[in-house]
Every structure is written in structure tokens, then in C-alpha cells.
């Protein structure tokens, strides 16, 4: 069978494929549980976490998070999809960054120039390079074990769109704990991590979803 042919076959068979989508949701929920019982094990949220909601700089850590993820999320699903070559949502995925950019501007407007590169390194650059790879691991295993199950036409795409999921997840949890709240340690470091998990994504989906 040519692939064309196998391609249309595949997309004729739509209402079977319409479980995945549960699948999909139930990998990404069950994933971010792992991550957050990961999350209270080792490291749990910081101690002036009740005066810290009240900031915007510690809120927007979350914004940005779950927006990536939730963005990612759908364009993963459509992609999954053996007819789409490139998914029609793929737009959604620069919202977050649109979102971070704005925020480092506004970030650079509001504190004096001396204090960029401070707020740029921050405290825990390390840890937070190594803690969000860590807390996407489970998400991203679950969902690459889900596109296994469906036929995307990229593989690789497919499974970095899936480290995006995770690493956004991974994030939001390790935001929860990091004293770093300046969108100038966002951008360089939590962007660093989740592009991290981004890129085993990728190479992992390039191994594992090809058919």
C-alpha cells in the first residue's frame, strides 16, 4: 500500500480514533498528578507562598506555564491526526511567548538597568534547569505512549509538540517553588529547561512514533 493510500485510510477511520482524544486528556491530567506528588516529595511550594499569589510577577509564572501547555496541548492533539502535516492551530503555540516577551519588556521598563543582569541570573538557575526536566518526565513518557497509539505524519514534530505539553507542566509545578519571580529569569532559564525536555521530545518521538 502506497503511503498516500495508508494516509486515507487512516484519516477515513476518524470515529475510531475519537477514544485518543480521552487519551490524550487522561495522559496529560494523570502526568501533571505524577509531577505534583514528584513535586511535594522533593521540594514542595515555598514557605511565603500565601503572600507570594499576591504578586504579579509570581502569578505570571503560572500564566505562561499553563498557557504553553494548554496551547501545546491542542496542537499535539490535531497533529496526531495522519492526515495533518502541519497542525492549523499551530499559531496558538507563539501565545506564550508573545505573553513572556511582553512581560520582559514591561520587566525592563519598571526596574533600574543595574539590576537586569541580577534579576536575568537569579538564585537557582541550576536547579531550575535540572527540577523541570525532572517534573516533565512522567507527562512526557505518558503522552509519547498515547501518540504511539495514534499516526502522526510527523513523528518528531509530534514528540516535541509533546515535550512542550510536559515541560509546560514541569514548569508550573517548579514555579511553585522557585524564589526567581522576574520575567528576565523566565525567559532565559525556565525557556533553557523547557526546551530541554523540548528536545527529547523530539529525538524520542523521532525513535518511537514512526510507522
Not at 31 to 47: E, M
Not at 128 to 151: D, E, G, N, Q
Not at 162 to 175: K, R, W
Request: glycine share 6%; net charge positive; charged share 15%.
Amino acid at each position: 500500500m502506497k503511503t498516500d493510500d495508508l494516509i486515507a485510510s487512516l484519516a477515513a477511520d476518524a470515529p475510531a480514533q475519537r477514544p485518543l482524544r480521552r487519551l490524550f486528556a487522561a495522559a496529560a491530567i494523570l502526568g501533571a498528578l505524577v509531577a505534583c506528588l514528584l513535586f511535594l516529595v522533593t521540594l514542595g511550594p515555598r514557605p511565603d507562598i500565601h503572600q507570594a499569589v499576591h504578586t504579579v510577577r509570581f502569578d505570571f509564572k503560572f500564566v505562561v506555564t499553563i498557557v504553553l501547555a494548554v496551547t501545546a496541548f491542542f496542537v499535539m492533539r490535531d497533529m496526531a491526526r495522519p492526515e495533518v502535516t502541519q497542525s492549523r492551530l499551530r499559531p496558538l503555540l507563539w501565545v506564550a511567548p508573545v505573553l513572556l516577551v511582553l512581560a520582559v519588556a514591561a520587566e525592563l521598563m519598571a526596574v533600574p538597568q543595574d539590576q537586569w543582569m541580577p534579576r536575568l541570573i537569579g538564585h537557582n538557575m541550576r536547579f531550575c534547569t535540572t527540577m523541570i526536566p525532572l517534573f516533565a518526565l512522567a507527562p512526557l513518557a505518558l503522552l509519547l505512549w498515547v501518540l504511539r497509539r495514534a499516526a502522526p505524519q510527523s513523528p518528531t514534530r509530534a514528540g516535541a509538540i509533546a515535550g512542550l505539553i510536559a515541560g509546560g507542566i514541569g514548569a508550573a509545578f517548579y514555579a511553585a517553588h522557585c524564589f526567581d519571580d522576574s520575567p528576565l529569569f523566565v525567559a532565559a532559564w525556565y525557556t533553557l529547561a523547557i526546551g530541554m525536555v523540548t528536545g527529547l521530545g523530539a529525538l524520542l518521538g523521532s525513535r518511537l512514533l514512526r510507522w
